[in-house]
């Protein structure tokens, strides 16, 4: 029988069944295999396609559209707000995306999501945005623990287009980094716009994975020894 099983199947078979003590090293290239994979996106539902869940808002959340500094997700703004843009979403054009009227006092986050990351890491954030109504574009400031971090970053004046806003920040001693979009344009109208995509990553997880990998076949090339 032996030799109908693929030669892959049996050398996997001879790692895996092997002592833990010597599992060691196939233990750390999966690890870190699994940091590389995970700092694709650190963020839970960045993409809003799981609805009001995963994140944070100081603004409140309402299906209907009442007073300034309410949100809701959606993939029909105009069922919020009649004067609202549908766009179809920046995820796969038909998905949901976060769907703001701007506050007109204080500085309350938008948007809010604490995640645990690697001490000295430069992270990099991005996040998708579209204006709601046209005329007078919301200007977004990013916070991470509760500091400006980035340029200010202004919507496009019109509405129908999604753009990318990035930031990159580097860890520092944290281990963990609470973000937070705040909208410094304080004015009751437009002042209306959207939030999709949103992601933090490490620059490279591809050097991850190399790393990952290197200790792979450090691993095997141990054993063989
Ligand atoms: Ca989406």
Redesign the pocket.
């Known amino acids: 029988m032996e030799e109908i099983i693929p030669a892959y199947l049996l050398e996997a078979h001879r790692y895996f069944c092997c002592t833990m003590h010597s599992m060691r090293p196939w233990l750390v290239g999966i690890g870190i295999l699994s940091a590389g994979v995970a700092s694709a996106n650190l963020f839970v539902n960045g993409?809003?396609?799981a609805g009001n869940s995963g994140f944070s808002s100081d603004y409140v959340f309402a299906s209907s559209n009442s007073s300034e500094g309410q949100y809701t997700v959606s993939s029909m703004p105009s069922s919020f707000n009649g004067a609202f843009f549908n766009i179809g979403?920046?995820?796969s054009g038909t998905?949901?995306?976060m769907v703001i009227n701007g506050a007109t006092s204080g500085s309350p986050a938008v948007w809010r999501q604490t995640v645990g990351i690697l001490p000295n890491t430069t992270y990099y954030f991005s996040a998708w945005a579209s204006t709601a109504v046209g005329g007078g574009p919301a200007v977004l400031q990013l916070k991470v623990n509760g500091s400006n971090e980035g340029s200010s970053f202004q919507l496009p004046n019109n509405v129908g287009s999604w753009v990318e806003w990035t930031v990159s920040w580097n860890s520092g001693a944290a281990t963990s980094a609470t973000f937070e979009v705040i909208n410094s344009n304080l004015s009751a109208f437009p002042n209306d716009f959207y939030l999709?995509?949103m992601s933090v990553v490490v620059p490279e997880p591809a050097s991850l994975l190399g790393v990952g990998f290197g200790s792979l076949l450090l691993a095997r090339q141990k054993r063989r020894k």
Do not use: A, M
């Open positions: 993409d809003f396609e979403d920046h995820t998905g949901k995306y999709d995509d």
